[in-house]
């Protein structure tokens, strides 16, 4: 009776974790830099409830900006040094970016919020009339969140085209 040969899922578990271990530690890290670039916008307290400037309502949008560009430039290179790294079988490493661009984009995202300005409403009731209350660090288009699996997948693309031509020597 011949045995056959059992499948690991050892190197595929190393790769998850590698993976989404480098998503996690990325996006907190981004998160933190989202956080430090960002100058919020700010409402003024009136009274009877806040109200913003054309210049603040100009600036609300910076957080998306500052979210998009971070994620961009962290995702390309993350894609790209992920896919080199764990080169072991590139279709599951693609998958697994594609799932550590979630993390990294939710990671980015709570992280910004959690370290960034508190709700607006709440500090508005507490404030004195004239008072500045910065707006919630917080993506706004959700479409932003695209901006880390497109990047990733472009780091990876990278990574695959340049190695296409050495398979045919």
Do not use: H, N
Not at 39 to 65: H, V, Y
Not at 103 to 130: I, Y
């Amino acid at each position: 009776m011949t045995r056959r040969p059992v499948l690991s899922s050892r190197p595929v578990l190393q790769d998850a974790l590698a993976v989404l271990g480098t998503a996690l530690l990325l996006g907190l890290c981004c998160g933190v830099l989202w956080w430090v670039l960002v100058d919020p916008a700010t409402f003024t307290k009136l009274a009877d409830g806040g109200s913003m400037g054309e210049s603040q309502l100009g600036r609300q949008f910076d957080g998306d900006g500052w979210y998009a560009v971070i994620a961009a430039v962290a995702g390309v290179l993350a894609g790209a040094v992920l896919t080199w790294w764990r080169a072991r079988d590139f279709v599951l490493t693609t998958l697994l970016l594609v799932l550590a661009a979630a993390v990294a984009a939710v990671t980015m995202s709570l992280t910004g919020r959690l370290l960034g300005p508190g709700d607006p409403e709440a500090a508005l009731a507490a404030a004195e009339v004239g008072e500045r209350v910065p707006v919630q660090l917080e993506v706004t288009a959700a479409v932003t969140y695209l901006v880390w699996p497109i990047a990733m997948l472009v780091g990876a693309l990278m990574v695959l085209w340049s190695q296409t031509g050495e398979d045919t020597d």
